[in-house]
């Protein structure tokens, strides 16, 4: 975790090197540095496009807990976009989120060559952690491009339809139990890591926390812990039924994001659990807003 004095030295280490370069001659390393910046204001754009499209899902899940699982709104990407489009000026916002989204998939790619920012941010395993989500967020962006020109098909309900027609392509293939099984363990392994770790504020280690106010502090750990969770569970979810579709070889048992959300409705708990779990959704939104002003990068 990184203290005070630890995330001191290393803005300030940087602050110098920025202020050596300004003072010289313009040169390669100027235009270096000029790089690294369009590259760290890609990122925060597209840590507040994120943000956007997981404070609506959570609030479309909320309406669904509150309303009743059978409203046809959507809780997932496709029903957020719908939602965006539907405002003034949609088209633009659509855009604005696309290539926000674009930004982070171009940050994450430079991580894969130069390393991420933080602790062991050098670790083979953290450029290949960086390497999939680069390649998970440019998907991502195209999909809402995609969206933003017209085409519907990434709309409200794709994510559903998406992973029963995934499945079902992979069950047609030789071992496809255990393709669809390993694929669907991973996410819920992933879910797993990602609610396990906002439980031990993992998240402000890339965090300017020295700098940080304690107020600004408590926000984060606040949005980090209970967002973090609310996302952890929704992966964990969607990983479960993979493993329910591969074990009993129906591609129907798969469930998208909006699935999955609905899922919480039906256990004891009741439709509080899905409200919960939609609040910390909306909730690791604000915190990703929180990511585009103080994360390290």
């Known amino acids: 975790m990184i203290g005070s004095k630890g995330t001191s030295g290393s803005n300030g280490s940087r602050g110098s090197s920025g202020s ?28 507040v496009a994120r943000g956007v499209l997981y404070v609506l899902v959570g609030a479309l899940a909320v309406r669904i807990g509150l309303s009743g699982t059978r409203t046809k709104e959507q809780a997932d990407r496709g029903g957020a976009l719908a939602e965006v489009a539907a405002t003034p000026f949609g088209a633009v916002l659509l855009w604005a989120l696309g290539l926000g989204l674009a930004g982070m998939a171009l940050w994450r790619l430079t991580e894969v060559f130069l390393g991420a920012a933080g602790p062991h941010g050098h670790r083979a395993t953290r450029r290949a952690a960086s390497a999939f989500r680069a390649v998970f967020y440019a998907v991502v962006a195209f999909l809402v491009l995609t969206f933003a020109v017209g085409e519907r098909g990434s709309g409200a309900g794709s994510t559903d339809r998406q992973s029963q027609d995934v499945t079902g392509r992979l069950l047609g293939l030789p071992g496809g139990q255990w393709w669809v ?115 390290e990068m």
């Open 20 to 47: 050596g370069g300004s003072s010289g001659t313009a040169g390669p390393s100027g235009a270096t540095d000029t790089g690294r910046g369009a590259v760290r204001t890609a990122a925060r754009a597209g840590f």
């Open 181 to 295: 099984g390993a694929v669907a363990a991973g996410v819920l392994v992933a879910g797993v890591c990602v609610a396990v770790a906002a439980l031990r504020r993992k998240f402000r280690e890339r965090l300017t926390w020295g700098r940080m106010s304690r107020l600004q502090r408590r926000f984060m750990n606040v949005t980090g812990v209970a967002g973090g969770v609310g996302r952890g569970l929704v992966f964990g979810a969607v990983g479960y039924f993979g493993l329910k579709a591969a074990v009993t070889f129906d591609p129907a048992q798969a469930k998208g994001v909006d699935d999955a959300i609905r899922s919480f409705a039906q256990t004891p708990a009741g439709p509080w659990l899905l409200v919960a779990v939609a609040v910390g959704l909306a909730l690791f939104g604000l915190f990703s807003f929180g990511q585009a002003r103080w994360r």
